[in-house]
């Protein structure tokens, strides 16, 4: 059972479309939607690269190779799925110039390039568009999609953090539980790969925690009321407040101009009060944690809040039903899961090996 498994829908259990996912390579393509284009003068390289089969490990390693430059000088905004087709920027030492032909490969491939001022970094993009085909899907899948994107469109997705943010098991998770615990001390981790794993198994803690208290506002039938003592987040600028006046803010929520959000628990997160501040305690307190246990690795994970929602997806998606398929397109922001949305289309909890192209982490 994985970590997802349990949690509850927001579209109605009745529609669902089944289907397989990546049967194919070619059925799950991404292309970052960046957060700004290269200027066209600088000492970096940006590359327009589209790449199939490949990792983003594999990637980063056949660049510095073909281009003799150091990995630690190739920069990239997000990492993107193997399993797929994926278009997105890297960038290169200027130096990389007159070597970039001998990187274009039948899997790698270098579609354009421009000059930039500066390196390419983490969280550099706005989001990803991805354009997915379902195979296999039931029946009566070309009468329910056009119901579940009639839904999707009205209340949105659950923002759930994927069931890859918690390793292979539940490891990662375990591991950051026995650190706030005090099972496990930072010492038991190899030095050269600490500081990451460290974040890495905390921050698949406060996944959990935020998939519960979405999953139990969901349950309820607040995820889309504003409540007198939610944080709101401003969809425009990211901004957070605390909520006084729920009825002005129901209206703001309705047109998608503020958004709820739940806990990544930390030190310096912004925390509601009222009914939502009792729930989210209860959450924490239902795996014997408390802010005190964040707060010995402020350091490492200060906290924030995210958005439990996910608004204007610009979903769209058409059934052939004489190939028995389902073409989706779609935009999510930066640290959004593809599966998590393609779970509500398909109401399976086993999709397939798909590791969402994320800016996390």
């Not at 790698?108 to 969280?123: A, E, P």
């Not at 889309?224 to 600028?237: C, F, K, Y």
């Not at 402020?298 to 004489?322: C, N």
């Amino acid at each position: 059972m994985t970590a997802t498994a349990a949690l509850p829908f927001l579209t109605s259990s009745h529609l669902h479309c089944g289907g397989e996912l990546k049967l194919r390579t070619a059925d799950f393509q991404v292309e970052e939607v960046p957060a700004y284009l290269p200027c066209g003068e600088g000492e970096h390289l940006f590359l327009w690269i589209e790449k199939e089969n490949v990792s983003a490990e594999q990637l980063t390693q056949h660049l510095a190779r073909s281009l003799r430059v150091s990995r630690q000088d190739i920069g990239v905004a997000g990492l993107k799925d193997r399993v797929a087709v994926t278009r997105q920027w890297v960038s290169v030492p200027g130096s990389a110039k007159d070597r970039v032909e001998e990187a274009s490969t039948a899997s790698v491939r270098i579609l354009k390039q421009q000059w930039h001022r500066n390196k390419l970094k983490t969280g550099h993009l706005k989001g990803n568009r991805f354009t997915i085909v379902l195979r296999n899907v039931h029946p009566e899948a070309a009468d329910v999609l056009p119901q579940l994107l009639r839904e999707i469109d009205r209340s949105g997705v659950p923002n759930y953090f994927g069931d890859q943010r918690f390793g292979k098991e539940g490891e990662t998770l375990d591991l950051g539980m026995r650190l706030l615990r005090g099972a496990a001390t930072p010492q038991e981790i190899p030095f050269a790969r600490r500081k990451f794993l460290l974040r890495l198994a905390l921050s698949a803690v406060q996944s959990m925690l935020f998939n519960e208290v979405l999953a139990e506002r969901l349950r309820d039938g607040s995820l889309n009321t504003v409540r007198l003592g939610d944080v709101m987040e401003v969809s425009a600028s990211g901004g957070v407040f605390l909520v006084d006046d729920p009825l002005a803010d129901q209206a703001r929520l309705e047109t998608g101009e503020i958004l709820p959000t739940g806990p990544l628990f930390g030190p310096k997160m912004k925390a509601p009060t009222g009914r939502t501040s009792e729930l989210e305690q209860h959450v924490l307190a239902s795996h014997d944690l408390t802010m005190e246990h964040f707060r010995k690795f402020a350091k490492l994970t200060s906290g924030t809040r995210r958005s439990l929602l996910l608004r204007s997806v610009d979903l769209q998606g058409e059934v052939d039903p004489a190939e028995r398929s389902a073409t989706l397109q779609f935009t999510l922001p930066a640290g959004a899961y593809a599966t998590v949305l393609l779970r509500e289309i398909m109401k399976q909890n086993q999709i397939g090996d798909a590791t969402e192209s994320t800016s996390e982490d």
